[in-house]
Structure formats: C-alpha cells, structure tokens
C-alpha cells in the first residue's frame, strides 16, 4: 500500500524558535496533500491543503504566516511553525492522495509531536 | 458544508462483546465516509470506507459499517471485541470530485475492552 512518511516523529523546541516538519509520500506521486492538528483528547482539525507548485489552501482561522507550507515536489511538503509558541504544541499528521487513482483515500504520515517550551 | 457526529466521546466493552461506534454525518451532496483508528502518539490507520458501492462495507479487523442514507447514519460495528481493539476511532466524511481526500473528523470515541 502507499506509504507517507513524516519527520521527525517529535520534537521539542525553545519558544520562538521555528520548526520545520517535512511529509513525504514514498511510492506514489502526490499533487495535494493535507495538513491537520490535534490537540490533546481532541478531534483533528483540518489546517491546510498543501498544492504542489502552487500556494497553500489555509483553512478558516489558521494564520498562513505562522504556519508556511511548502509543496515543492511530488512528493514533499512541509510545514513549518515559525515563532512557535507553547500554546502551538500539538500533535501534527499529515496526509497524502495519489492523484493517479481513483477513489482512493489518502494516506497519513504517523504524525509528530511538537512541545515547545 | 459537511458535518460529522460521534455518539459517545467512550465507549466500554467486555472481551467478547459487541462493538457499536455511532457516526452520524450532514453532507448536501453524497458523501464518502470514513471510519479510523488511532493508537497513541500515532497517525491514522484506515479500517474501511464507503465511496457509494455495497452500503454494507467490511474492513479490517473484523469492523464493518453499514451506510444507512435514510438516518445519515454510518455506525461500526465488531462482533466480538479482542483487547487488541482499545484504541480511538474516528469517523470522517470526504468531499467528492477534487477535494477528495480531504476530511472533516468527528470528536473521536475512545474504546476500551475489558477482561
């Protein structure tokens, strides 16, 4: 089945630094790719659509200056936390469609958890 | 706009038992649905999916869930629950066409199995 990989699977980070988490789709081509949040005992929210060569889709309420997207290949996309604050520590999953099939579902990286102290 | 609605943020059952997680969802077109499990510090595993064939679906694990269009229902199901199985599910719709694949999850429904 195909594969998307996420790194790193945690960190830690010092406030106002900023974090890069990279999401890869290993054996497939993915034109678009989701980026969601899950805060603690909570549901996922969806943050953004990731959309090779082309700008982010941000959902409602996501400031687009804190979180940049990055979509530069078929395969990777990244989202980085800029100026992280401990009110950003969540857990981040991404998730990746092959574009080349129909009706498939799209596949989530195993997540990463971000504290920032 | 599309909506989901888990019944029961938890839900408890003996080893053996039977398994019923609740999911209604609003959708103004025909949705895909979803259900999901997630174990701690993890990402999502797929269980099943319904994309408008057989409204009865079967996934892994032993889970099924039955489409029900007329209550907008999409409950899962499990005849007998292993240990293995604690962990917590979510249900999520998908849009159509080229949003597909991007979901909107339900509040989750954490399971646990008792001896």
């Known amino acids: 089945g195909a594969v998307v990989s996420q790194h790193p699977s945690w960190v830690i980070c010092k406030s106002g630094t900023s974090v890069k988490i990279e999401c890869r789709s290993l054996?497939?081509?993915?034109?678009?790719m989701f980026w969601y949040r899950q805060f603690p005992k909570q549901s996922l929210m969806l943050m953004a659509t990731?959309?090779?060569?082309?700008?982010?889709?941000?959902e409602q309420g996501v400031e687009k200056d804190k979180f940049l997207i990055n979509h530069a290949s078929l395969t990777l996309s990244t989202l980085t936390v800029t100026s992280a604050h401990p009110e950003d520590s969540s857990f981040y999953i991404c998730?990746?469609?092959?574009?080349?099939?129909?009706?498939?579902?799209?596949?989530f990286g195993q997540g990463t958890r971000l504290t920032v102290v | 706009a599309q909506s989901v609605t888990q019944l029961g943020s938890h839900v408890s059952v003996s080893e053996g038992a039977l398994v019923l997680l609740r999911c209604n969802y609003s959708?103004?077109?025909?949705?895909?649905l979803f259900w999901y499990v997630q174990y701690p510090n993890q990402g999502l595993q797929l269980l099943l999916k319904?994309?408008?064939?057989?409204?009865l679906v079967k996934g892994i694990n032993g889970f099924e869930a039955e489409f029900k269009k007329s209550e907008t229902s999409f409950h899962l199901t499990k005849p007998s629950a292993h240990m293995s199985d604690a962990a917590e599910y979510f249900c999520?719709?998908?849009?159509?066409?080229?949003?597909?694949?991007?979901?909107?999850f339900g509040q989750g429904t954490i399971l646990t199995v008792h001896p």
């Open positions: 998730s990746a469609r092959d574009q080349g099939l129909k009706n498939t579902e799209a596949f």
């Open positions: 054996d497939f081509q993915a034109t678009t």
């Open positions: 990731s959309n090779e060569g082309s700008k982010a889709t941000y």
């Open positions: 959708s103004s077109v025909p949705p895909y």
């Open positions: 319904y994309t408008s064939a057989a409204t």
């Open positions: 999520a719709v998908s849009e159509r066409g080229t949003s597909y694949g991007k979901l909107t």
